[in-house]
């Protein structure tokens, strides 16, 4: 009789090491791909405008909003605002004109909670019309 007892069948085993390597990889290269994709969506492109330049200015205010935050109110006489009496200083200006237009030059570099602030002391003031001005595509050339 031929009995074998010294040999072991080994059972079959899966590898999990290179299934692990790739996946690895694969996260590496999302999350590489992801952070790249985000910085390329931050790219913004500031309109410019092909319309003619307004002749008639007739209850004009502007309001520039520099780089750094700063307010420039011009209703006749150009001053700088603090933020705080924004509202206030606007509101007078809107009294004495009629049918008031605020008028925005926002620096490209001004953080939108600066442009945020003018428009909401805008409405405090009760001034219903706002334009953006932007430059023009001729003199951009």
Same mark, same amino acid.
């Given at each position: 009789?031929?009995?074998?007892?010294?040999?072991?069948?080994?059972?079959?085993?899966?590898?999990?090491?290179?299934?692990?390597?790739?996946?690895?990889?694969?996260?590496?290269?999302?999350?590489?791909?992801?952070?790249?994709?985000?910085?390329?969506?931050?790219?913004?492109?500031?309109?410019?405008?092909?319309?003619?330049?307004?002749?008639?200015?007739?209850?004009?205010?502007?309001?520039?909003?520099?780089?750094?935050?700063?307010?420039? #109110?011009? *209703?006749?006489?150009?001053?700088? !605002? $603090?933020?705080?009496?924004? &509202?206030?200083?606007?509101?007078?200006?809107? =009294?004495?004109?009629?049918?008031?237009?605020?008028?925005?030059?926002?620096?490209?570099?001004?953080?939108?909670?600066?442009?945020?602030?003018? #428009?909401? *002391?805008?409405?405090?003031?009760? !001034? $219903?019309?706002?334009?953006? &001005?932007?430059?023009?595509?001729?003199?951009? =050339?």
């Amino acid at each position: 009789m031929n009995f074998r007892r010294g040999i072991r069948r080994d059972e079959p085993e899966i590898n999990f090491i290179p299934l692990i390597d790739v996946l690895l990889v694969i996260l590496i290269f999302l999350m590489v791909t992801t952070t790249y994709s985000k910085f390329t969506e931050l790219q913004v492109d500031l309109p410019s405008a092909n319309a003619e330049a307004a002749t008639e200015r007739p209850s004009e205010i502007t309001i520039t909003v520099s780089a750094d935050g700063r307010f420039l #109110l011009d *209703a006749g006489n150009p001053q700088f !605002v $603090a933020e705080a009496s924004l &509202a206030t200083q606007l509101g007078r200006a809107a =009294r004495e004109r009629k049918d008031p237009v605020l008028v925005v030059y926002a620096d490209a570099g001004a953080r939108h909670q600066s442009v945020m602030q003018v #428009l909401e *002391a805008a409405r405090q003031a009760g !001034v $219903a019309k706002v334009t953006f &001005a932007a430059r023009s595509s001729a003199s951009s =050339r």
